[in-house]
């Protein structure tokens, strides 16, 4: 199994970003996918997660501003960054669960496979 997460950067205040990962090993249309975060010095943080069959959950802090899809025919996911602001800044992770129990949703625990990550830098 491999989780390979792509485009992250150093972006400007109020800035675009689309982050991409391609997964491989596993029947990746049968999972849920999520997006977390882990800045410097902080727990790992819960972004947004779609569900298999294309469900959308995103944490308060990112609803609005970010965007998660998938393309089950390239076995991706894709998170979109707009309006990003410094306190975006953190190494960006995505993550593949069969659980369907939605209060595990932003567990990091109860996900089977995750990316190495990509860094995402605000500048102010």
């Known amino acids: 199994v491999q989780l390979v997460e792509s485009g992250g950067g150093l972006v400007q205040y109020g800035g675009s970003l689309r982050l991409s990962c391609a997964a491989s090993g596993y029947t990746f249309s049968s999972y849920d996918m999520a997006w977390f975060r882990q800045a410097p010095g902080k727990e790992r943080e819960f972004v947004a997660r779609?569900?298999?069959?294309?469900?959308?959950f995103y944490a308060d802090t990112v609803e609005g501003r970010f965007t998660i899809s998938r393309d089950n025919n390239k076995n991706s996911v894709y998170l979109q960054l707009h309006s990003l602001e410094p306190e975006d800044t953190a190494v960006y992770y995505c993550?593949?669960?069969?659980?369907?129990?939605?209060?595990?949703?932003?567990?990091?625990?109860?996900?089977?496979?995750w990316g190495q990550g990509t860094q995402v830098t605000v500048s102010s």
């Open positions: 993550a593949a669960s069969t659980t369907s129990d939605r209060g595990t949703y932003t567990v990091p625990s109860t996900y089977d496979y």
């Open positions: 779609i569900s298999w069959s294309g469900r959308t």
